[in-house]
């Protein structure tokens, strides 16, 4: 229920500033952002409006929370499968 | 089913279909015609004559990368190029707004006679008419343009078979997006143009190289998703799309992202789709890639055996969704 | 596991490696796998269900896993009469800026389009500083149809505090998300086992704000954002959290959502604005589900500032089909457009009745077209 796309700050002045995403460059507003952006930095833009500054720690920090839940998701798993293992020869006829 | 008019009848999706088949058909067309291609081939005296008709209503007027008045002969080529033909001769009707600044018609009429010249198609009889100032929007130009079919095989919608391929000559979206852009007081830095130009020297080239085009389609009002559910309704089949192939500008990507917009249903104006059979796909794609016009042409997608008639994409993360009919006109949107 | 590739700098902000999609899709697959009966989870998002629908997600998730788009689309909840009155103040001569989703909605009369059609001067604008910028270029009345739930509000707020014209009013037809989680979740024929939170209304809110609500009703809560990644590896943590019976809130989407949320856009929001108890279109009564006005603001307030004289204007409106529209019980999950008497009759996406069958991703639309998910090439 809202679009928001990630950008990256190219200039900021005053209460503006202009953000690229893609190649697309773009004037945002920056009354409602949560923290002071500099150019460099990547926000998230809803309706023409910054409306958080997004560290860039946080982008590596969700790769990483993917990787990490991949792992968990897959030892779960092969927990599963080593004890469907061990049931299997009790059930064969 | 509406009482009035409305804007997203003229969006070249849904609505226009509507208004064609309940208005347009019954009460103009031959019960017989059963496909509506870009242009009527003709049979005069033994002759296929191409023969076809546009108008052209674009706001702003100037946009970067031409105007409407390069748009309109540009247009007007390609409805011919598409159906097989070589391009003669072209008309141009104007209705003037009073009140239009001078210079601005004569810098659109001059870039009509440059396309004009560079395509080699000469604009040959005209009308002119002026209008109470309100009662247009600066300027409105209608072609009709006239060509001879020579090409052995029937270029049609409903001739795609299932094993058939989809080609593409290029990136798609840029023209809806610049003009919505100039249009929609969304600043952006310009650095996407309209991709209008004249394809008949590179339809030309495609049909050289295979008798086995079923058929071509100018994908501008409703973009590739209107044209390609035309052919698939139309041949009664499926088309399969994959996204990965589909080509497309990073910066005309972006502003899609950002208005929520699907680029498959943004207009271009100098972008055509193709059926091929299969064994000449290759061929035709050689062809294509070999001219200015066809650089990036790309194989996006096969044709397929579907009851329902429907196109399918494959995206780029390995899903599978419908590419539906575009209802009304694009708008930007924020949810 | 081998070690996937590291994603191409271009998708490094888009979290949509094709790799690591399908290593969650079969992380999903394995841990629906040994679930007999389906799993119902709900999301509450538009941008949710054209991030699923864009994407194809759909066709990636396990045939028991049961993904339900709840009442999350402004298009969707804005009730019949907020576009009555924006209508109505259209045929006033007033300028009306409205965003493009709401253009197409139908009112008790018309909508928007048709009033245009008819002559009204409506502009679709991308964002509420554009409303400003068309007030501040004539001196005709000029009013923001303001819709959109507390992420887009704060934008309205924004301009209301930048000190605008005296020429531009806004006509407020914002809703706040968490009563209506409540109301679904008290529903007695909800199925629902999970919730997606919508990302980036929480970015405004945080993430905190949902404990309470995991505490009353027992569901478990995941933020989730809307790339793909975002959304299979929220769907990923909610089924694990249901299978395991676990009750809490999960943030799935760190990097925009924090437990506090984003307390200067809250500060504007609520200096602006206040909840009030409202209808959301199909669904019922919602306490404080609406965004009104504070008194302090009435100056800038369309529906104090100009007289709507809706019930005279609505006299001899034709029976209204909405009363049979059963969007609301297809937003709570508990039925589906088949279930609907107008649905492909008197409702299409040409002649919309309820607002799922306008919004492109509305229920009713998606299964008018694709006749119920279609979820692959062998359907």
Known sequence: MCLGVPGKVVEVNDMTALVDFWGVRKPVMLHTVDEPVAPGDYVLVHVGFAIRRIPPEEVEETLAFYEALLRAAEEDLMAAEVQSEIRTPEESP | SYRTVLLGHGSGGRLMHELI????????????????????VLNVDGLRLAFTTDAFVVDPIVFPGGDIGRLAVNGTINDLAVSGAHPLFLSAAFILEEGLPMDTLCQIVDSMRQAAAEAGVPIVTGDTKVVNRGKADKVFITTTGIGIVEYEGTLSADQARPGDLVLLNGPIAAHGITVMLAREQIEFEQPVRSDTAPLHTLVAAMLRASS???CMRDATRGGLASALNEIAMNSRVGIHLDEDRIPIQDEVKGACEILGLDPLHVANEGKLVAIVAREDAERVLEAMRAHPLGREAAIIGEVVEDPRHLVLLRTRIGGFRVVSMLAGEQLPRIC | MNRLRSPKPSERLEFRDPERVQAFR??????????????????????????????????????????????????????????DEAVYLAEQGMIIATFGDMFRVPGTLKSLAEAKAEGADVRVIYSPWEALQIARETDREVVFFATGFET?????????????????????????????????????????????AAGHAATITGWKIFERFVERHGIPVVVAGFEPL???????????????????????????????????????????????????????????????????????????????????????APPRLTQECICGNIMAGIATPYDCRLFGKECTPETPVGACMVSSEGACRIWYEYGGHITGPNM
């Open chain 3, 152 to 196: 887009t509000a704060v934008a309205t707020a924004a301009v209301i505090l930048s000190g605008p014209p005296k020429n531009f009013s806004v006509l407020s037809a914002h809703k706040y998300i968490p009563p209506v989680m409540e109301i679904v979740a008290e529903m007695p024929q909800t199925r629902v086992q999970g919730f997606l």
């Open chain 2, 21 to 40: 088949e309940k208005v347009f058909r019954p009460l103009l067309l031959p019960p017989e015609t059963r496909v509506l291609n870009d242009a009527a």
């Open chain 2, 212 to 214: 086995r085009i079923r």
């Open chain 3, 26 to 83: 079969r992380a999903l697959e394995r841990l629906c796998a040994d679930h007999q009966e389906p799993i119902s989870v709900m999301h509450v998002c538009g941008t949710h269900e054209q991030s699923i629908a864009r994407f194809g997600l759909r066709s990636l998730l396990p045939p028991n896993l049961h993904v339900i788009m709840g009442p999350g689309c402004p298009v969707c909840v804005t009730d019949m009469p907020e576009v």
């Open chain 3, 230 to 316: 975002d959304i299979l590896g929220a769907l990923v943590q909610l089924v694990e959290l249901i299978r395991r019976g676990e009750k809490r809130v999960v943030n799935a989407y760190p990097r925009c959502v924090t437990p506090e949320g984003n307390r200067n856009a809250q500060r504007l929001l609520w200096e602006v604005f206040e909840t009030e108890s409202g209808v959301w279109r199909g669904i019922a009564y919602v306490p404080n589900g609406n965004l009104r006005l504070r008194r302090k603001y009435a100056w800038v307030d369309a529906r104090v500032r100009f007289e709507i004289r809706l019930s005279e204007w609505l006299r001899d």
